[in-house]
């Protein structure tokens, strides 16, 4: 098509002209420009990939201070991207980038120490996660607290974790689901669900598919709470919408049952489908009933042995019992 010609042409030319501008300050010593076109050449983006070219110019950015060109050796180094792989150095280069407040780089120092790569102790990334996260990064603080709840590679302190999750909730999601966990199971806090409903409100609107999840079941009465039926079909909803496997397959029963919706096998079927594909061991098992009574997809004998002997490879103690009364028949 002419005008697709058209617009390819112009996205080259600007292309173009924005690598020539970043090697003119990258040759001026610009340490942001020189990461940025080394990234052009590791990548192909309107050169030819040239690693040498690339780990040179991350070396140029690194020796100004740059944090990202020391992440980008790090990933060389890791990944053996133009160098011989090597874990130490890769572990100096994120560690370099962490303490100039990389967060990215202190997970990956966290990552090769938990992957066995390297063998150092986690208190050199701690201090830089904790660094980033009293400089007001919502990430790490919310990160932070997570290591403080689980005791993950340092003391347990729950109270810790409370007040990091606080001082990230103004901004994020996870933060505030994780306060509605702790206010919901009384962690370091008086058990309040209207506390918890508080804050996975919050998180929902903010597009938090566990949140949603947790508002459905207590409309639901799984909480032991009177049910609220609309409000707990508007919450599974969302949550399914946004990703949320085990929304996905409640949702989907409550088609092929018909509560508090018209029933509707075809839904019910896709619902389940998707869920199973994300791993849901319950979503295995009703998908492969589906498949055996042909409701919502084609009766299909094969398949839905096939999804049975998944969900009962996951555990799923149901369809373990189902495909053994299969095979007694």
């Known amino acids: 098509m002419p005008g697709s010609t058209n617009h390819d042409g112009q996205a080259r030319s600007t292309l173009m002209r924005t690598v020539a501008r970043l090697r003119r300050r990258a040759n001026e010593g610009d340490a942001k420009a020189q990461v940025n076109l080394g990234v052009?050449?590791?990548?192909?983006?309107?050169?030819?990939?040239?690693?040498?070219?690339?780990?040179?110019?991350?070396?140029?950015?690194?020796?100004?201070g740059n944090a990202t060109a020391m992440?980008?050796?790090?990933?060389?180094?890791?990944?053996?991207?133009?160098?011989?792989?090597?874990?130490?150095?890769?572990?100096?280069?994120?560690?370099?980038?962490?303490?100039?407040?990389?967060?990215?780089?202190?997970?990956?120092?966290?990552?090769?120490?938990?992957?066995?790569?390297?063998?150092?102790?986690?208190?050199?990334?701690?201090?830089?996660?904790?660094?980033?996260?009293?400089?007001?990064?919502?990430?790490?603080?919310?990160?932070?607290?997570v290591y403080c709840f689980e005791g993950n590679g340092m003391r347990r302190d729950r109270r810790a974790a409370l007040r990091w999750y606080r001082k990230a909730a103004r901004e994020n999601e996870h933060a505030l689901f994780n306060l509605g966990l702790m206010h919901k199971n009384g962690d370091a806090v008086r058990r309040s669900w209207p506390k918890a409903l508080q804050f996975f409100r919050r998180a929902a609107a903010l597009d938090h598919p566990g949140?949603?999840?947790?508002?459905?079941?207590?409309?639901?009465?799984?909480?032991?709470?009177?049910v609220r039926n609309e409000l707990a079909l508007k919450w599974l909803r969302?949550?399914?919408?946004?990703?949320?496997?085990?929304?996905?397959?409640?949702l989907g029963v409550r088609y092929h049952d018909g509560e508090g919706v018209r029933r509707d096998f075809l839904r019910a079927a896709q619902l389940c489908r998707r869920a199973a594909d994300l791993g849901d061991s319950r979503a295995m098992h009703l998908l492969g009933l589906c498949y055996r009574d042909g409701e919502g997809v084609p009766r299909n004998v094969h398949r839905a042995r096939s999804w049975l002997t998944k969900a009962a490879a996951a555990s799923e103690k149901q369809a373990a019992r189902q495909l053994k009364d299969d095979r007694a028949r």
């Open 71 to 145: 992440h980008n050796l790090g990933v060389c180094h890791r990944d053996g991207l133009g160098v011989r792989r090597s874990f130490a150095t890769a572990y100096t280069w994120f560690l370099a980038a962490a303490r100039r407040g990389d967060r990215d780089s202190v997970h990956c120092c966290l990552h090769l120490i938990e992957d066995k790569h390297v063998s150092r102790s986690r208190s050199a990334a701690f201090a830089c996660l904790r660094h980033i996260a009293e400089c007001g990064d919502a990430d790490a603080q919310v990160w932070l607290g």
């Open 211 to 226: 949140s949603a999840h947790w508002l459905a079941r207590y409309y639901n009465g799984d909480e032991g709470h009177p």
């Open 40 to 64: 052009h050449y590791a990548t192909a983006e309107g050169v030819r990939r040239d690693r040498a070219k690339a780990l040179a110019l991350y070396r140029q950015s690194a020796a100004q």
């Open 238 to 250: 969302l949550a399914a919408r946004l990703g949320d496997a085990h929304s996905m397959t409640s």
